[in-house]
C-alpha cells in the first residue's frame, strides 16, 4: 500500500487497519462513513512511538524589524489556542501542555477520545530514525513489509531483501 492512499483506502473498505500520522483523524473523522478506533503502537518490550513535527524559523538575514515580526507572529502560531484548534482541525498532536487544558481542547477530547492515544506516547515516543536518502530508505522498509504482509516473501527474505537494497543506497554516502 502506498503510505499516501493508506487512508483512503481505509476508508472505501480495501483495508480493515491503517498505521499512519496522527494528521489524518481529522480526515478520517470526517469522511469515515462508519466508526473506528484508534490504539497506541504496540512494542517490544515495550511501547514505543515515533514523534515527527515540523519547525518554523527565522532568517537570519532579516532586518531586525522583519525579525521581530517574525517572532511575535511565531509567538502566535505556538499559542495554546491556536495549537488546541491546529490540533482539533487536523488531528496531530498539540505540542504544549497548555493547549490541552484549554476548554474547546477539553471539549473536543470529550467528544473524540481517539485524539488523546497519541498524546499519551509522547512519554514512550523515541527520536525518529534520520538518515541519507530517509524517504528511499522508509519506501524500501515499507516494501519490504507489504511483501511479507501480503505473502509475497517470508518476513526473513523481506527483511534481508530491504537490508541489501538500503546498503546499496546508503553506499553513496559511504
Request: proline share 5%.
Amino acid at each position: 500500500m502506498e503510505w499516501g492512499t493508506t487512508p483512503s483506502d481505509f476508508m472505501e473498505g480495501r483495508l480493515a487497519m491503517v498505521w499512519h500520522t496522527t494528521g489524518n483523524l481529522g480526515n478520517i473523522r470526517t469522511n469515515a462513513g462508519f466508526d473506528f478506533g484508534v490504539a497506541p503502537y504496540p512494542g517490544n518490550p515495550d511501547p514505543a512511538s515515533v514523534l515527527g513535527g515540523g519547525n518554523l524559523y527565522i532568517i537570519e538575514g532579516a532586518s531586525d524589524e522583519q525579525k521581530a515580526a517574525a517572532f511575535e507572529f511565531v509567538k502566535f502560531l505556538t499559542s495554546d489556542e491556536i495549537l488546541a484548534d491546529w490540533g482539533i482541525q487536523t488531528g496531530y498532536v498539540a505540542p504544549r501542555d497548555g493547549s490541552w487544558e484549554t476548554q474547546v481542547m477539553k471539549d473536543y477530547v470529550a467528544e473524540v477520545p481517539q485524539a488523546e492515544v497519541a498524546r499519551r506516547q509522547i512519554a514512550v515516543s523515541v527520536p525518529e530514525i534520520s538518515t541519507f536518502e530517509g524517504q528511499r530508505i522508509n519506501e524500501v522498509l515499507n516494501a519490504a513489509i507489504q511483501s511479507a504482509l501480503t505473502g509475497q516473501a517470508t518476513p526473513e527474505a523481506a527483511l534481508q531483501g530491504a537490508q541489501a537494497e538500503a546498503e546499496c543506497i546508503l553506499s553513496a554516502y559511504r
